[in-house]
């Protein structure tokens, strides 16, 4: 069996150390390559994300003064006037003359459901024609309330008073003239406003006796 040389291990450990040294020195490089080539790639990408920010502010700064140049909207409301119909008009009408409790003007108008009726009130008060007397007490004003007109509320109700006033003035001029066909077509558009005008007053003998003939019968049959 051979000895192993002395001499000639040396030089092979001095060789294998030389290899592992070049290994080690190309893995370095490899290394480092690579490292650099992503250093490369993110530089690369940070100023294509920052070109593309600079874009997208250019673009947002010029919507934005194209946008101030235009005139504003004007300023939508979270709700619109509502027109009074004739009901409203009825129990505006109601407490004009003198009745302000809730349910008194509830009895005054059988026909009308308590619900509609609520909702009539609530309407009224929303679009600040009607609100509560400062002096009800708790039990009265969730139970009874008293109804006080604005002053809104009372400048319509006298506008449509006379208004009404003038339509009546209408009817009783073509029942004057025995114009049944004119007179038929005017009762007809003012059917809805005949409670209200029978509130007020503006009935006269001559028109409730031609209420109650059978004439009247004949004409709307």
């Not at 080539?37 to 100023?47: A, M």
């Not at 509502?82 to 009901?87: G, M, S, V, Y």
């Not at 007109?149 to 449509?160: G, Q």
């Not at 029978?198 to 009247?216: I, R």
Request: proline content about 4%; overall charge positive.
């Amino acid at each position: 069996m051979k000895q192993n040389d002395p001499q000639r291990m040396a030089k092979t450990t001095k060789k294998d150390q030389e290899q592992s040294i070049n290994n080690w020195g190309e893995l370095y490089d490899s290394t480092k390559k690579l490292v650099k080539n992503q250093k490369k790639v993110t530089t690369k990408k940070v100023s294509k994300l920052k070109t593309n920010l600079e874009d997208y502010e250019k673009a947002y700064l010029k919507r934005l003064k194209k946008k101030s140049g235009k005139k504003p909207k004007p300023k939508q409301t979270d709700h619109f006037e509502e027109a009074l119909e004739p009901l409203d008009y009825v129990i505006l009408g109601l407490i004009r003359n003198g009745i302000k409790k809730y349910q008194t003007l509830a009895k005054r108008l059988p026909k009308v459901p308590i619900m509609k009726f609520n909702s009539i009130f609530e309407k009224l008060k929303k679009n600040g024609r009607l609100k509560n007397h400062p002096d009800d007490t708790w039990k009265d004003r969730n139970f009874n309330p008293t109804l006080v007109m604005t002053d809104k509320a009372k400048e319509e109700i006298e506008k449509h008073i006379d208004e009404m006033k003038e339509e009546y003035d209408k009817l009783v001029l073509l029942y004057e003239k025995k114009d049944k066909k004119k007179l038929r077509e005017a009762m007809d558009s003012n059917r809805m406003n005949f409670p209200f005008m029978l509130l007020m007053g503006m009935t006269t003998g001559m028109m409730n006796a031609w209420h109650e003939s059978d004439e009247y019968g004949r004409l709307f049959c």
